[in-house]
């Protein structure tokens, strides 16, 4: 009982995470790529000490299902943003990527509001794809740092998001597109 007074640090975590969005795109736009990394890995050990928390404590909450995975791509999406923004990388790449994203969101909402209720529930692919984009973002922002990091490392990167991405958004389409289509005719 005395557990359940604390089931809001999850939820305060994750809105951690959305706050530090604004010092980690700073740090980006400025060139401090270090000061960045370590936001990145502050918002890193939020991101799972909320996930555990949630999962061993079961406080889980409608809140925090929907506002972990938004924390989370927020933060991705302003790291690509500002990296290609600065010139780091292609403007093509943050379109695909910014451009997958919308793809579910529209198609989510089409969903919703058309067949029935849309649970956000992430496939494999994109797991994937976002575990890649994560890794991607890392490696450059290590490179641009001056850590050790090999320059292949960013062209192979940009290769593997691209893939995944265009990937895991036709798996959205043709899984979602599916079951509306089972939902309509039944």
Request: glycine residues 8%; positive net charge; charged residues 15%.
């Amino acid at each position: 009982m005395i557990l359940h007074r604390w089931r809001w640090i999850p939820n305060a975590l994750t809105f951690l995470r959305i706050l530090l969005i604004i010092p980690f795109a700073g740090a980006l736009l400025e060139g401090n790529y270090r000061l960045s990394l370590f936001i990145f890995a502050v918002a890193a050990v939020t991101d799972a000490l909320d996930g555990f928390l949630a999962r061993y404590f079961h406080w889980r909450s409608r809140l925090g299902a929907v506002a972990d995975p938004l924390a989370d791509k927020a933060l991705l999406i302003s790291a690509y943003l500002m990296l290609t923004y600065t010139g780091i990388l292609p403007v093509w790449l943050f379109a695909l990527v910014l451009g997958r994203d919308l793809v579910i969101v529209a198609g989510g909402l089409m969903y919703h509001y058309g067949v029935g209720r849309f649970e956000m529930e992430p496939s494999i692919p994109g797991k994937i794809n976002t575990f890649i984009q994560v890794l991607m973002a890392l490696a450059v922002i290590i490179l641009m740092a001056g850590l050790p990091m090999q320059l292949w490392v960013m062209e192979i990167g940009i290769l593997l998001v691209a893939v995944s991405a265009i990937f895991s958004g036709f798996h959205y389409i043709l899984v979602w597109g599916m079951r509306a289509w089972r939902a309509k005719r039944s």
